[in-house]
C-alpha cells in the first residue's frame, strides 16, 4: 500500500513557475513509475507527465513538453512537478499517482488527494 500526499499547489499569476511535490509513504516508493495528471472543472482528468521508477525515462502530454519537468528523488519517496510559464489552461486540480508507466490513468493503483493549482491572466 502506498500513501501519496501532493502539496506546492496554489494561485499564480500568468507566465509564472509553481513545483508540486508528492510524497509517499511506504518502502516501495522506489519500485513504483510515478505520474501527474489534472483535472479542471467540467473536464475529463487528464495526464500531465510521467516518470520511470529508475527516473531515467520521461513522458509528458503535448501540452507540457518544454514547460514541465518531473523527476523524483527516491530517497526522499518524492516526485515533483517543475511548471514554468504556466498559463490560466494550467488552472486545475493536480494529482500524483503511482504504478505503470504510462500516460494512461488506469495504469496508475494509488492516488493522492489532488492540489488546486490556479493561473490568473
Known amino acids: 500500500q502506498v500513501q501519496l500526499v501532493e502539496s506546492g499547489g496554489g494561485l499564480v499569476q500568468a507566465g509564472g513557475s509553481l513545483r508540486l511535490s508528492c510524497t509517499a509513504s511506504?518502502?516501495?516508493?522506489?519500485?513504483?513509475?510515478m505520474g501527474w495528471f489534472r483535472q479542471a472543472p467540467g473536464k475529463e482528468r487528464e495526464f500531465v507527465a510521467a516518470i520511470s521508477w529508475t527516473g531515467g525515462s520521461t513522458l509528458y502530454a503535448d501540452s507540457a513538453k518544454g514547460r514541465f519537468t518531473i523527476s523524483r528523488d527516491n530517497a526522499k519517496n518524492t516526485v515533483y512537478l517543475q511548471m514554468n510559464r504556466l498559463q490560466p489552461e494550467d488552472t486545475a486540480v493536480y494529482y500524483c499517482?503511482?504504478?505503470?508507466?504510462?500516460?494512461?490513468?488506469?495504469?496508475?493503483?494509488?492516488w493522492g488527494q489532488g492540489t488546486q493549482v490556479t493561473v490568473s491572466s
Open positions: 511506504g518502502r516501495t516508493f522506489s519500485t513504483y513509475s
Open positions: 499517482a503511482a504504478g505503470g508507466y504510462s500516460m494512461q490513468s488506469t495504469a496508475y493503483h494509488y
